[in-house]
């Protein structure tokens, strides 16, 4: 696939579990959408409401060089662009300062967790000196005196990580290695990377949300605890036969490229998952194609599905038709 280099400033990329890869669950599934997030602070964040269980939750880098610390991509050396993206999975290149460059990559390998990884190379001929700061912010459903709770930093096993509690969801924060806990002026896991001329150098992090905070840690520590290299090229050669449309406008390409992604992403698992089936909630009994996807869907407060609406109860023969032209993609199962 040829590199789209669409500004992520032009429009959001919604990212969500793949059932070609993974069981999509349907009742809880965590629905992202990475964009400048404007506002206080101004940020290149991955976003989420876990289905209306919150206000906000954003996750975004801070980098800091020589005392100098930016979040705003406006001000970023080179501002970020979308590299691709596939229904799980979204990289965008940028440029903090001059002389750095930055891959920043998004994974939502199933529908309780996103997995991400930073590289940074050093362009320059000097040797240099960066701190990542890892932030993540949560304002909650109810209010603290009820139970909701900000992200804070705490330890669990010797481990720091980032904390918050909102509408009985524990989503937890947690990087790969040593890692400096700090207040920037956000709760933030923070590691420092010293780069030769030249050098390439990774660091990875996941976000999970589970009821109990324990679990939620647990599944976090899993995708840390994967080989990235393995599983991103398995992800690359199952969407390898992608469209790949060149039509020499640039802004069409992408937007040939963005329609398969939200095509695809509109794929969700059967209901499999009910222990006590019924009449209303056996009606999705095999793998379903939603009408829209959004970090505002995603939660079913029956726990059943019935009360889903009408952009996830079904499609019709329209929608079964116009999906068939975009599904072009086999099953990494097949």
Not at 105 to 114: F, G, M, N, R
Not at 125 to 132: E, F, K
Request: net charge negative.
């Amino acid at each position: 696939m040829q590199p789209w280099k669409r500004p992520l400033s032009a429009g959001s990329i919604t990212l969500a579990a793949d059932a070609r890869f993974s069981h999509v669950d349907y009742c809880d599934d965590h629905i992202w959408e990475l964009k400048v997030s404007e506002g206080i602070p101004t940020v290149v964040g991955l976003n989420t409401s876990f289905g209306l269980r919150a206000r906000r939750f954003v996750l975004f880098p801070q980098f800091t060089e020589d005392n100098c610390s930016i979040t705003d991509p406006s001000e970023f050396f080179q501002s970020p662009l979308v590299s691709f993206a596939y229904p799980n999975f979204a990289r965008l290149a940028c440029s903090p300062f001059e002389g750095i460059a930055v891959e920043m990559d998004y994974w939502v390998p199933e529908s309780h967790a996103v997995w991400g990884r930073i590289q940074f190379t050093n362009v320059s001929a000097l040797t240099r000196r960066v701190q990542l700061a890892w932030v993540a912010i949560l304002t909650p459903l109810e209010v603290i005196s009820s139970g909701g709770s900000r992200m804070a930093i705490t330890k669990i096993q010797y481990t720091p990580l980032l904390w918050g509690k909102t509408s009985m969801l524990s989503p937890v924060v947690c990087m790969r290695g040593e890692v400096v806990v700090a207040n920037v002026p956000y709760p933030a896991l923070c590691q420092t990377v010293e780069l030769l001329p030249g050098a390439v150098k990774e660091l990875f992090w996941a976000e999970a949300a589970c009821s109990d905070v324990h679990d939620s840690f647990s599944l976090a520590r899993n995708y840390l605890n994967h080989n990235w290299e393995a599983e991103f090229t398995r992800l690359m050669l199952s969407n390898s036969t992608w469209l790949d449309i060149q039509c020499g406008e640039p802004e069409w390409n992408a937007a040939f490229a963005l329609s398969q992604q939200i095509g695809l992403s509109l794929f969700s698992s059967p209901k499999e998952h009910l222990e006590e089936p019924t009449a209303e909630n056996t009606t999705l009994p095999f793998p379903s194609l939603l009408l829209t996807r959004s970090p505002h869907q995603g939660y079913s407060i029956r726990g059943d599905g019935t009360d889903v609406g009408y952009a996830w109860s079904g499609q019709g023969v329209l929608d079964v038709y116009y999906a068939c032209l975009l599904y072009t993609s086999p099953s990494p199962r097949d």
